[in-house]
């Protein structure tokens, strides 16, 4: 009998297809993984326009809200990709200093932000819903500032605003809401477990 032996370039061929179709078990692996929980959020019967609906492929999401759609005040739909999720919601609000200028303002994002406590809303099952938070009488744990402080910061943007500041507590000088956040955890083993955070940047002024 003729002995033909294995054909190394067989081999070769054989391995690579081997390897790619294993790297590409992998990739589904890591998309499926990184698949949130939730499969979207909704929000109805809002004071305001609703935002828009929202679907996620990931831990943390977020968007810009521009004059219009807001957060506050609605009825917000969640749902799970398990139907018999228990699901905790809970809201933050953070603030930042903004000064006016007769209509026109000078927004400082990021800079000696303060926040909310996170606020619970509630506990649902999938498909359930909560009543979000309008942001009166909050409670802001935020970083002390002197007026020279908020003086020196302006003027380094705008000389022009920095002459408008009076005092860090009064007009036109605001602390306002600058970002609304809702945080939602489920439960696994008896634990909650945060599965999606959802950032909104709102607008500061008209």
């Not at 920095?162 to 809401?177: G, H």
């Amino acid at each position: 009998m003729e002995d033909h032996g294995q054909d190394p370039a067989g081999l070769r061929k054989a391995f690579g297809l081997l390897s790619f179709a294993l790297f590409l078990a992998c990739i589904g692996s890591a998309v499926s993984a990184a698949e949130s929980p939730i499969a979207r959020v909704e929000f109805r019967r809002c004071h305001e326009n609703p935002p828009p609906l929202t679907k996620f492929d990931g831990l943390h999401h977020h968007a810009e809200l521009h004059l219009g759609p807001d957060p506050r005040d609605c009825t917000l739909v969640v749902m799970a990709r398990d139907a018999s999720a228990e699901l905790r919601v809970e809201q933050r609000f953070e603030a930042n200093f903004s000064i006016s200028n007769e209509g026109a303002h000078l927004d400082l994002r990021g800079w000696k932000t303060g926040y909310s406590h996170w606020l619970g809303l509630g506990i649902i099952r999938s498909g359930g819903s909560v009543q979000t938070l309008k942001d009166d009488n909050v409670e802001w744990d935020g970083p002390q500032v002197t007026t020279n402080e908020l003086r020196e910061k302006v003027r380094g943007i705008s000389p022009a605003y920095a002459q408008l500041i009076k005092s860090v507590d009064d007009s036109p000088v605001m602390y306002i809401t600058s970002r609304i956040s809702f945080r939602i955890s489920m439960k696994r083993d008896g634990k909650w477990v945060v599965v999606q955070v959802i950032d909104y940047d709102t607008p500061m002024g008209c």
